[in-house]
Nanobody, 130 residues
Framework: QVRLVETGGGLVQAGDSLRLSCAAS?????????MGWFRQAPGKEREFVAG????????PYADSVKGRFTISRDNAKNSVYLQMNSLKPDDTAVYYC??????????????????????WGQGTQVTVSA
């Protein structure tokens, strides 16, 4: 089992940056988990934002955030991060951290869905004003 806690959300203006953090309490080695960030805006489905495999050698992104967001992880600190630059009002959502022991969920054809991840944090709100 893994417990995930996200921090770092807030209210910012368009063009600003934010860094989200996700701290994991794990019953096994953190590096055995593929990690992901998802987001959910009001009235919309939860969507994949970015993922990272155990070694950080594979980091898929949604097209909408490529070039603006960067995912990273520190296995020694049991943490994963999402650096968000050039934020837009369309980035407004609750951002969730997710973990999955099946590393291959990141490397199949197409981007992962929420159903591919088994452990979730409580989410952190990101609001970007125009």
């Amino acid at each position: 089992q893994v417990r995930l806690v996200e921090t770092g959300g807030g209210l910012v203006q368009a063009g600003d940056s934010l860094r989200l953090s996700c701290a994991a309490s794990v019953g096994q080695t953190f590096s055995s988990y593929a990690m992901g960030w998802f987001r959910q805006a009001p009235g919309k489905e939860r969507e994949f934002v970015a993922g990272i495999n155990w070694s950080a050698s594979f980091t898929p992104y949604a097209d909408s955030v490529k070039g603006r967001f960067t995912i990273s992880r520190d296995n020694a600190k049991n943490s994963v991060y999402l650096q968000m630059n050039s934020l837009k009002p369309d980035d407004t959502a609750v951002y969730y951290c997710a973990a999955e022991t099946r590393q291959y969920v990141l490397q199949r054809a197409g981007l992962p869905s929420a159903a591919d991840f088994s452990s979730w944090g409580q989410g952190t709100q990101v609001t970007v004003s125009a």
